[in-house]
């Protein structure tokens, strides 16, 4: 089954304490991305990536990372997460740019004491 | 910048009926592409249909249309013959061509 998964889908954390969310898609697609997601401000993209060791800040980048090793992964990695990093995040894949249809994950709610 | 606005922050619709979520968008480029995403309240997000800057005829995918008008910069969603299962949040979306980032607007509740 086509999917893009990403895991934990619920976190609870502390302030400062380093965390990665791991995406994973199995439709081969190119471009892939990170957005979060906060009541009232709806979908922002975090980062983006075109292929393989391509990637590229989004519209609210500061606090997180990226990496892109393999076409199948783009984990997002909080190095250290603050409150304000409290949101609902998905990952996204399409097959070759964003303008193709987004294939979401199911979401990651991380909550950051 | 491109920035997407939803002016609708919740909508209300008879089943049966038509109904019109509202999405405009600013941007100076020529070359972009519009989607609207719907999130039930069970959180996954649904695709539902896209319309390219280029493309002449307005989109559509079974009960939903994609109003596009270029001049004004509006491309609303319809939802023909609404069920209740059409009870969501819904995204408006825009691609940017020149640096390949999707903006989402707020959503508007139905």
């Known amino acids: 089954e086509a999917q893009v998964t990403q895991n934990p889908r619920y976190l609870i954390t502390v302030t400062g304490k380093k965390l990665t969310v791991t995406c994973s898609q199995n439709?081969?697609?190119?471009?892939m991305s990170w957005y979060r997601q906060d009541p009232g401000l709806g979908l922002r993209q975090i980062y983006y990536?075109?292929?393989?060791?391509?990637?590229d800040k989004g519209d609210v980048p500061e606090g997180y990372k990226v990496s892109r090793k393999e076409k199948r992964n783009f984990p997002l990695i909080l190095e250290s997460p603050s409150p304000n990093q409290t949101s609902l995040y998905f990952c996204a894949s399409s097959l070759s740019t964003g303008s193709d249809t987004q294939y979401f994950g199911p979401g990651t709610r991380l909550t950051v004491l | 910048a491109q920035k997407i606005t939803q002016t609708q922050p919740g909508m209300f619709v008879q089943e049966k009926e038509a109904v019109t979520l509202d999405c405009t968008y600013d941007?100076?480029?020529?070359?972009?592409?519009l989607f609207w995403y719907k999130q039930p309240s069970s959180g996954e997000m649904i695709f539902l249909i896209y319309q390219g800057s280029y493309d002449e005829q307005n989109a559509t995918e079974g009960r939903y249309s994609l109003n596009f008008q270029k001049a004004r910069k509006s491309a609303n969603l319809v939802i023909s013959a609404s069920q209740l299962g059409d009870s969501a949040m819904y995204f408006c979306?825009?691609?940017?061509?020149?640096?390949?980032?999707?903006?989402f607007g707020t959503g508007t509740r139905l």
């Open positions: 941007t100076s480029d020529q070359s972009y592409g």
């Open positions: 990536s075109m292929n393989v060791e391509v990637t």
């Open positions: 979306a825009m691609f940017h061509f020149g640096n390949e980032k999707l903006t």
């Open positions: 439709m081969n697609h190119e471009y």
